[in-house]
């Protein structure tokens, strides 16, 4: 089996981007007086976290299987970067209003939205170049 378009393989990248933030933790409770004690901010156990990047994994999951129809992967395509957008600030929202007496250390996983943003860049790119192919294509005849 051979993937011939590109935006397919951006997609996968993207549904793993969101899938290992959605089980790793985004950040990390210090406590300022005792820096041994350390609580972990789960996607997975916060309700508010949860549900969107869920939704976000199962468009992208749904969007690769789309490829027959062009104008549809592209619409679903972009609620999912509206989505992945909004996970973003929902995390930044919950690190930056953390509770008092912790410092709050951003783990690696929540840089992961950033790059599953820039795999749905680039797969909208590749969804309309293959647009374009079609409609010269249908000019040709």
């Known amino acids: 089996m051979q993937i011939q378009r590109i935006q ?3 997609l996968l990248l993207a549904v793993v981007c969101v899938t290992v933030t959605f089980f790793m933790p985004v950040a990390y409770y210090v ?5 041994e004690v350390v609580a972990a901010l789960l996607p997975i156990g916060e309700l508010a976290l949860a549900i969107p990047m869920g939704l976000t994994a199962l468009m992208l999951l749904i969007d690769i299987f789309l490829y027959n129809d062009l104008r549809l992967q592209r619409w679903v395509l972009n609620f999912s970067m509206l989505f992945t957008v909004l996970d973003a600030a929902i995390i930044s929202y919950i690190v930056f209003s953390g509770p008092e007496g912790y410092n709050t250390v951003i783990g690696w996983s929540s840089f992961l939205l950033l790059g599953a ?3 749905e860049i680039f797969a909208k790119r590749g969804i309309d170049h293959d647009r374009d192919l079609l409609e010269s294509a249908n000019r040709l005849r």
């Open 31 to 35: 406590s300022l007086a005792d820096p």
């Open 8 to 10: 397919t393989l951006y």
């Open 117 to 119: 943003l820039a795999f």
